[in-house]
């Protein structure tokens, strides 16, 4: 049972959220639209030199970066610079995946090149997405050289860790999407682009998810652990896809992953012990 401390973290996270908005930024021009961050700020008293940028979720046809504000609010509460990003979708912009990609190496390029701005270690920087973006998430740390032909490579767009909530693993054959993508599909499947010295990566996931199965987070994690790295998958028994956002199941999943998140970025050093309030009973 989530004890009293932790409910009560949770009520100031969701108050804090309603009472102020997180500052706008635009990190990204393309043909479509100028691409923003949204930035949550933790106390400068508090700031633990680390980052983690989210990507929305939405089959990189739809979706809101507002999916993962509660997030950033939470780990910004902690002294994580928090940024929730925006990239191009189908709906909007009429693009496919592999633009969804690049803006997301963008994205973590942006900031790793603006790190003395936020008073961000450049070694100490997550992505993190859920569904299709945490598709786009793994994607920066797996196919960094899918990118616009204008950035300035010189910078490295790989992230430090990773925390991945239902990700797609696998847009190869018999992934998912792989029939939209077509025959470049591969490209951008984080499953076949596997090596050593990739981002220790935390993954949540339910066990009856339909969408992406369980058995592909499964296979991509042994392929991880296998070559060197460190691949933490936790399953959410009978849980189905988008299992573990605000609102689910009476928040129980979406609090047990933030404790998780929490507890796995702590470990990474990317958290300070203290003040660490989602203990469990």
């Not at 990239?87 to 693009?95: A, E, L, P, S, V």
């Amino acid at each position: 049972m989530v004890s009293k401390k932790v409910s009560f973290l949770f009520f100031f996270v969701f108050l804090s959220i309603a009472q102020s908005s997180p500052q706008k930024i635009p990190y990204k021009i393309t043909p479509q639209d100028t691409l923003h961050l949204f930035v949550f700020q933790p106390d400068s008293a508090a700031q633990t030199g680390s980052a983690i940028v989210f990507f929305f979720g939405g089959g990189w046809v739809q979706g809101n970066p507002k999916q993962f504000f509660s997030h950033c609010q939470y780990l910004a509460s902690r002294g994580m610079v928090a940024f929730s990003a925006e990239y191009r979708i189908k709906n909007r912009h009429g693009t496919t995946p592999f633009e969804c990609v690049q803006d997301g190496i963008s994205a973590v390029r942006w900031v790793r090149a603006h790190a003395n701005e936020f008073q961000i270690d450049p070694q100490k920087i997550v992505a993190a997405g859920g569904s299709a973006g945490g598709h786009v998430a793994a994607c920066t740390a797996f196919t960094p050289n899918l990118q616009s032909a204008d950035i300035d490579t010189t910078i490295p767009s790989v992230p430090n860790a990773m925390v991945l909530f239902n990700p797609v693993v696998n847009t190869g054959p018999n992934g998912f999407g792989a029939k939209r993508i077509g025959k470049d599909a591969i490209k951008i499947s984080p499953m076949h682009h596997i090596k050593f010295g990739r981002p220790p990566t935390i993954i949540f996931h339910g066990t009856a998810d339909t969408t992406v199965p369980f058995e592909q987070v499964e296979r991509f994690c042994l392929k991880m652990r296998k070559a060197g790295n460190t691949c933490r998958l936790v399953p959410f028994e009978g849980m189905q896809h988008a299992f573990f956002n605000v609102g689910r199941h009476d928040n129980k999943p979406y609090q047990k992953t933030i404790t998780l998140m929490d507890e796995f970025l702590t470990q990474l050093h990317f958290l300070s012990e203290s003040g660490h309030s989602f203990n469990q009973e």
